[in-house]
Nanobody
Framework: QVQLVESGGGLVQPGGSLRLSCAAS????????MAWYRQAPGKERELVAE???????NYPDSVKGRFTISRDNAKDTVYLQMNSLKPEDTAVYYC????????WGQGTQVTVSS
């Protein structure tokens, strides 16, 4: 069972940037799509970015143009660069396959507030 460890979250002012990392404990099969998800208090977990094996990416309108997902297959790591952050981006951020197939990690808290 792959274990996922997310990091890089924190408190940032509106308009700021953060870069999240997700390290897997084992090799991530190159055939898998990977994704970042987030869950805000009282809300369902939602997809915020996905990346194919070939590097194609997809984002919901809420983050398009502000978030960028990338992956380093050699390091079994997935990244999420978040720019122009808004208070509504406040949530716990998780990575997993797309669709999710592994147990969820602890996530990393992102708080956007002045």
């Amino acid at each position: 069972q792959v274990q996922l460890v997310e990091s890089g979250g924190g408190l940032v002012q509106p308009g700021g940037s953060l870069r999240l990392s997700c390290a897997a404990s084992e090799n991530i099969p190159s055939s898998l799509f990977m994704a970042w998800y987030r869950q805000a208090p009282g809300k369902e977990r939602e997809l915020v970015a996905e990346i194919s094996t070939g590097g194609s990416t997809n984002y919901p309108d809420s983050v398009k143009g502000r978030f960028t997902i990338s992956r380093d297959n050699a390091k079994d790591t997935v990244y999420l660069q978040m720019n122009s952050l808004k208070p509504e981006d406040t949530a716990v951020y998780y990575c997993n396959a797309r669709p999710p197939i592994w147990r969820w990690g602890q996530g990393t808290q992102v708080t956007v507030s002045s």
